[in-house]
C-alpha cells in the first residue's frame, strides 16, 4: 500500500489564523507533539517573515529530530538565506519555496511576465538546492494557473533540482473533480514528473479543502499539506485530522496508507487549540467534543446493540477516550494516572500526584469529572508551576449601582503581594489590580469564556488576548468559578511577559 506523506503546516499556515499567534516555546511543544503524532514533515515557520518566526524554526531544527523541518521562502535571496539559516540544524532540512504562477498574481501582485516568472522560479530553485538536497516548489495559486504555463513551470523547476512539487489551491477556488484531475494531468503532462512528489495545499474557502486534497490522492499525489483543527489562513487549510481518518477509514477506497499514530490526534487537537486559543468547533469531525456522541434514542439504541450501526470510526483510535465520564471523588490515584496514560500525558510522578491533588479538590466540587476536565487540570498544573505571580486569592464587590471593586493577592517568587482596583465591571476591576502588581498596563483585545463540559458544575475555561505595548499575548485558565478562571487568565498572561 502507498503511504502519503503528511506535511504539517499548522506552524507556519496554521499560525496565519486569524487570531492565532505562538510564542517560540509553544512552538516547540507544538512540534514535539507532532512528532510524537508521527507526521513526515513540519512546516515550522516562515524565518524571514520576523527574528521571532526565524528563532522558532531555528529551536525546532535544533530539538526535533526524526521529522523533516522545513522553512518557508519567497522566491528571493533575503528569503531562502533566512530559511536556510533557520532549518540548517535540522536533521532532515527542507527549504520551501514558492512564487505565484496564476495570472492574476503575475499581473497585479507580482507585475512580471510568464517568462520573467519562469525564469525566477528556475533561479530560487537552484538557489535553495545550493544549501540543501530537499527542496519543495509551490507555484502559488497554482489551481488557478494556466495549465500549459504551470507545466512548463512545475518541468523547469524540477530541473533545477526541486524534490517536491506543491500545488496549492491558494484561495480555496477548486473543487474535487477538477482538482483532481489537475493532479492527474499534472502527472501526464509533466514529462519528468517522476523525478518529484506531488503535493497538494488547499485552503477551505469553500469547504473542500479536505475533499480536495483527497481527490487529490486519488489522482496520484504523494502528499498532503494540512494543519491540526483545519486552522489556517482565513477559513484555514485542510484538516490534518479528517485527511488522516478518511484515508484510514476509508482504505477500501485510497488504497494508500499515512504514518499518523491516530490515537494521538486527539491530543494534539487539544495541545493545538489550548496553545493557538483558536476553539474547536463542538462538531468539528473527529476531534469535537460531539463527533462521538449519540443524541437521538434510535442512535443510541443501535450503538448499544452494534457499534457500527452509527460509529464508522472507533473514538479510541483517534484517542478520544473509551468514555467521556470517568470519575468522581472517590476514585483513586492509580485509576487516575492510568486514566492520564489513556488520554495520551506521560507525566511524572510529582507530576502526576500535583494533578491528583487538583482533581481531589475539583472531585470535591463537581460530583462528575470528565476527560475534558482531567486534560484542563493538568494543563493548568504545568503552566502554574513555572508561572512569576501565583494566584493566592482575591475579592471582588459588585452590584447594581456599585462601583465594581477588586483586591487581588499573588505570590512573587515567594513573596506577597497585594494590589486593589476599581474598573467597569469585577473582572476588569481584578486586570487593573493584577497590573498594578505587575506594573504593566494591557488592553484587552478578546475575551472568551466556555464551559469544558456541561452542568451548572463545569468548568469554565476563559481565554484572552491582551496587547502589552505592542506584544500580543494569550492567556488561558479553567476554573468552576469563572471570575477565579479569568483572573488566572490574566496572571497567566502578565507572566509571559517575563
Ligand atoms: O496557500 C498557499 O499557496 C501557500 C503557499 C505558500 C504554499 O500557503
Ligand atoms: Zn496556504
Not at 493577592?409 to 503581594?417: D, F, I, L, Q
Request: charged share 25%; with cysteine; aromatic share 6%.
Amino acid at each position: 500500500m502507498e503511504k502519503i506523506k503528511i506535511f504539517d503546516t499548522t506552524l507556519r499556515d496554521g499560525e496565519q489564523s486569524p487570531g492565532a499567534s505562538l510564542e517560540k516555546q509553544d512552538k516547540l511543544e507544538i512540534a514535539k507533539q507532532l512528532k510524537v503524532l508521527g507526521v513526515d514533515a513540519i512546516e515550522a515557520g516562515f524565518p524571514v517573515s520576523s527574528p521571532g518566526d526565524f528563532e522558532a524554526v531555528k529551536l525546532i531544527a535544533q530539538k526535533v529530530r526524526g521529522p523533516i523541518i522545513c522553512g518557508l521562502a519567497r522566491c528571493m535571496e533575503k528569503d531562502i538565506k533566512a530559511a536556510v539559516g533557520a532549518v540548517k540544524p535540522a536533521q532532515h532540512p527542507r527549504i520551501h519555496v514558492f512564487l505565484a504562477t496564476s495570472k492574476i498574481h503575475m499581473k497585479y501582485k507580482l507585475q512580471k511576465a510568464e517568462d520573467e516568472i519562469l525564469r525566477l522560479a528556475v533561479w530560487g530553485a537552484r538557489l535553495a538546492r545550493k544549501f540543501t538536497a530537499d527542496v519543495e516548489f509551490s507555484p502559488e495559486d497554482a489551481s488557478r494557473s494556466e495549465k500549459e504555463f504551470l507545466y512548463r513551470v512545475v518541468e523547469a523547476v524540477i530541473k533545477a533540482g526541486v524534490t517536491t512539487i506543491n500545488i496549492p489551491d491558494t484561495v480555496g477556488y477548486a473543487v474535487p473533480g477538477a482538482y483532481g484531475e489537475l493532479i492527474r494531468d499534472i502527472r501526464n503532462n509533466v514529462p519528468n514528473i517522476n523525478k518529484a512528489v506531488i503535493s497538494v495545499h488547499c485552503h477551505n474557502d469553500l469547504g473542500l479543502a479536505v475533499a480536495n486534497s483527497l481527490s487529490a490522492v486519488k489522482n496520484g499525489a504523494g502528499q498532503v499539506e494540512c494543519t491540526i483543527n483545519g486552522i489556517g489562513e482565513r477559513a484555514g487549510n485542510a484538516s490534518l485530522e479528517e485527511i488522516v481518518m478518511a484515508i484510514n477509514t476509508r482504505k477500501d477506497y485510497f488504497n494508500c496508507m499515512t504514518g499518523i499514530n491516530t490515537k494521538e490526534l486527539c491530543i494534539t487537537s487539544h495541545l493545538v487549540s489550548k496553545l493557538t486559543g483558536v476553539m474547536v468547533p463542538l462538531n468539528k469531525a473527529v476531534v469535537g467534543i460531539n463527533a462521538f456522541s449519540h443524541e437521538s434514542g434510535i442512535h443510541q439504541d443501535g450503538v448499544l446493540k452494534e457499534r457500527g450501526t452509527y460509529e464508522i470510526m472507533r473514538p479510541q483510535d483517534v484517542g478520544f477516550g473509551e468514555t467521556r465520564l470517568v470519575m468522581g471523588k472517590h476514585s483513586g490515584r492509580h485509576a487516575f494516572s492510568v486514566r492520564l496514560a489513556k488520554l495520551g500525558y506521560k507525566l511524572t510522578e510529582q507530576q502526576v500526584n500535583k494533578a491528583f491533588e487538583a482533581f481531589k479538590l475539583l472531585a470535591d466540587k463537581k460530583k462528575e469529572v470528565f476527560d475534558d476536565d482531567l486534560r484542563a487540570i493538568v494543563d493548568e498544573g504545568s503552566r502554574v508551576a513555572s508561572e512569576r505571580y501565583k494566584l493566592v486569592s482575591f475579592q471582588v464587590t459588585t452590584g447594581t449601582g456599585v462601583e465594581p471593586e477588586a483586591l487581588v493577592r499573588v505570590k512573587e517568587k515567594g513573596s506577597a503581594k497585594e494590589a486593589q482596583a476599581t474598573g467597569d465591571g469585577p473582572i476588569d476591576a481584578c486586570y487593573k489590580a493584577i497590573e498594578k502588581i505587575a506594573k504593566v498596563k494591557g488592553k484587552l483585545l478578546d475575551y472568551s469564556v466556555r464551559s469544558i463540559t456541561s452542568g451548572k458544575d463545569a468548568l469554565g475555561d476563559v481565554t484572552i488576548k491582551v496587547v502589552f505595548n505592542k506584544r500580543v499575548v494569550l492567556g488561558r485558565a479553567a476554573d468552576t468559578d469563572i471570575v477565579q478562571a479569568s483572573v488566572k487568565a490574566y496572571l497567566n498572561a502578565v507572566n509571559k511577559l517575563g
